[in-house]
C-alpha cells in the first residue's frame, strides 16, 4: 500500500514537473521555440507595440508646448529671406508680420493613415527633418508659383512677441508682455487693453482677398498645401517621402539627416507631374556644378550635338548639404550664413540642434529665426473643399543663437530662369568671400561633375555632406558619430 502512495506520488510530480511557475499568478506550460511563429515575423509584433507606446508617449509630449515671449530688438533689423524689416514702426511690424506668418509651417500630424508596411500613424518623435525638408520645398513651391509680393490674406496677428529696444550686446530679456497693435508705443509695464474692433489700424485687421489675382492665389495656395498633406497618395507628404527614403536605407521611425533629406526631396519632385517646369539640383560634396544645373533645367543640352537656340530653361531649386564645424559650428561661417539669409534666392536652411531639427528663415543681430515642427498636431483632411489653412501658418516667431545652430545642414535657393540662375551664383559668391576661412562653405564650378572624376551628376547622387573644420580641429571630428556621412576638405 505504501509502495502505490509512494508511485501515485511521483507520477504527479512527474505530471507537474513541465509546468514552470509565472510569479504569484499560476503556472504556465514551458515555452519552446516556434520555428514556424519566427518565421512570420513575431518580432515584428514586438515592433508594432514598440511603435504603438512611443506614439502615444510622444502625441502626448509634442501636443502641447510651454508659451514664451520672443524679443525683438526694435531698432536692429530682422532679416527675413531676403527681405529686412526694421520694427520701429507700425507699418514695419506689419510687413513682418505678413512676411512670417505667410510661410508654410509643416509640423508632426497624429491619426494619419498608417505608413505602408508599419502601423506608425504619427511622426511624433522622429519626422522633424522631414517636416523642415518639407517647410524649405514648400517654401521654394511659393516663390515658384505665387506673385513676388504675394502674402496670406489672412495670415494670424503675432502672438507671443514682445518689441523692445535694447542694445544688441545685451542680453534680451526672456519674457514680455504682448501689444495690443502693432506698433503702439508704451513701456513693458503698461496695461494691455484690448481695442475696439472699429479702433484696431487697418494694418491689424485681416483681409479677404478683394481681387481675382488674390482669389486665384487662394485656390493655388491650397493647392500647394494638399501636396503635403499627410495622405498616401499626395506627392509631397511624409507618406511619400518615407517610402522614397527606403531606397536610402531609411524607414518610418527613423531620423533623417538634413543630407539625406534633400535627395528624398529631389526624387519627390522628379517623381510628381503635379508641379510644371521645376527641376531640383542637389550639390555635390559641397560643389555646384554649373553644367549640370544647366543641363537639369534645359534637357536640349543632352542632345548631340546640344541645340544652342533652346529658349527651354526650368525654374530650379538648388539644395546644397554643408557641414560647418565638427561639434559645433564654426564661429567663423556665421557672418557668412548671415550674408546667404539676406538673399532674395535664399529659401532658407534646414538643420536646427541635434536630434532636434529647425526650419531657419532669417535672423536677427546673433539669433537665428525659425520655424519649429515639434508641434503635434490633428491631421487636417486636405481633400475636403475648403480645408481650414490656420494649422499650417504659424504665428509665434522662435529665435535661437547661432552658437546653437548644429554644424550639419541643407541650405536652399531658387532660381526662376536662367538669368536669375546667374544672378544667383554671383550673388551667393559674393555672400561665400565673407569669411575669412581657407575654405567657403560651398563652391560654384564650371563644367559637370564627371569632368571632375566625380561619377555621374548630382540629379542621381545621394552621397555625403562635405564637412568644414577650423584649422586645428580635423582630429577631434574624427571621434564624432552622426546620421549624416561627411568627407574632409
Not at 496695461?191 to 485681416?206: A, C, N
Not at 499626395?234 to 517610402?243: D, N, R, S, W
Not at 475636403?384 to 499650417?392: C, P, R, V
Not at 536662367?418 to 544667383?424: G, P, W
Request: neutral net charge.
Amino acid at each position: 500500500m505504501q509502495e502505490e502512495l509512494v508511485e501515485n506520488r511521483r507520477q504527479q510530480q512527474q505530471q507537474q514537473q513541465p509546468m514552470e511557475r509565472q510569479g504569484s499568478f499560476g503556472l504556465r506550460p514551458p515555452q519552446t521555440p516556434d520555428p514556424g511563429r519566427e518565421a512570420v515575423g513575431e518580432p515584428d509584433e514586438i515592433d508594432k507595440l514598440k511603435a504603438k507606446l512611443m506614439s502615444a508617449w510622444n502625441n502626448v509630449k509634442y501636443g502641447w508646448t510651454v508659451k514664451s515671449k520672443t524679443s525683438f530688438n526694435k531698432m536692429s533689423p530682422v532679416s527675413v529671406l531676403g527681405h529686412s524689416y526694421l520694427l520701429n514702426s507700425e507699418d514695419e511690424v506689419e510687413r513682418f508680420r505678413l512676411a512670417f506668418v505667410s510661410r508654410v509651417w509643416l509640423t508632426y500630424r497624429r491619426e494619419f493613415p498608417p505608413m505602408e508596411g508599419s502601423t506608425w500613424t504619427t511622426d511624433c518623435g522622429w519626422g522633424c527633418m522631414l517636416r523642415s525638408g518639407q517647410m524649405l520645398l514648400a517654401q521654394g513651391l511659393l516663390v515658384h508659383l505665387m506673385p513676388r509680393d504675394w502674402a496670406w490674406p489672412d495670415a494670424q496677428q503675432l502672438t507671443d512677441v514682445d518689441f523692445e529696444v535694447f542694445r544688441p550686446n545685451s542680453p534680451a530679456r526672456a519674457g514680455g508682455v504682448p501689444i495690443p497693435s502693432f506698433g503702439s508705443p508704451r513701456g513693458s509695464n503698461t496695461p494691455v487693453k484690448s481695442l475696439p474692433s472699429d479702433q484696431v489700424p487697418k494694418s491689424s485687421q485681416k483681409k479677404r482677398p478683394e481681387c481675382a489675382r488674390d482669389r486665384q492665389a487662394e485656390t493655388v495656395h491650397h493647392g500647394l498645401v494638399t501636396w503635403f498633406g499627410d495622405q498616401p497618395l499626395a506627392p509631397f507628404g511624409v507618406h511619400q517621402l518615407v517610402e522614397i527614403g527606403k531606397s536610402s536605407g531609411k524607414k518610418a521611425g527613423d531620423w533623417y539627416g538634413p543630407s539625406i533629406v534633400a535627395h528624398i526631396l529631389r526624387k519627390a519632385v522628379a517623381k510628381t507631374c503635379v508641379v510644371q517646369n521645376l527641376a531640383l539640383y542637389v550639390a555635390q560634396d559641397c560643389t555646384v556644378y554649373k553644367e549640370d544645373v544647366a543641363r537639369l533645367c534645359d534637357p536640349s543640352l543632352c542632345q548631340t550635338p546640344p541645340d544652342p537656340s533652346s529658349e527651354t530653361w526650368k525654374s530650379v531649386i538648388i539644395l546644397v548639404p554643408v557641414r560647418l564645424g565638427g561639434e559645433a559650428l564654426n564661429p567663423s561661417y556665421i557672418e557668412c550664413v548671415k550674408n546667404i539669409l539676406k538673399l532674395e534666392c535664399c529659401i532658407g536652411i534646414i538643420g536646427g540642434k541635434p536630434k532636434h531639427s529647425l526650419y531657419f528663415v532669417g535672423f536677427q543681430d546673433e539669433q537665428l529665426l525659425y520655424l519649429d515642427p515639434h508641434y503635434c498636431q490633428p491631421v487636417v483632411d486636405v481633400t475636403q473643399i475648403n480645408f481650414s489653412l490656420e494649422s499650417f501658418h504659424c504665428s509665434s516667431p522662435k529665435k535661437m543663437p547661432f552658437t546653437r545652430m548644429d554644424p550639419s545642414c541643407t541650405i536652399g535657393f531658387y532660381a526662376k530662369n536662367k538669368k536669375d540662375f546667374e544672378s544667383l551664383c554671383s550673388a551667393v559668391n559674393v555672400a561665400l568671400s565673407s569669411t575669412q576661412e581657407k575654405y567657403p562653405i560651398f563652391t560654384f564650378v564650371e563644367g559637370q561633375s564627371q569632368d571632375y572624376g566625380l561619377e555621374g551628376h548630382s540629379s542621381i547622387h545621394s552621397g555625403p555632406a562635405a564637412l568644414i573644420l577650423p584649422p586645428g580641429k580635423l582630429g577631434q571630428s574624427n571621434n564624432r558619430r552622426h546620421s549624416d556621412e561627411f568627407v574632409f576638405l
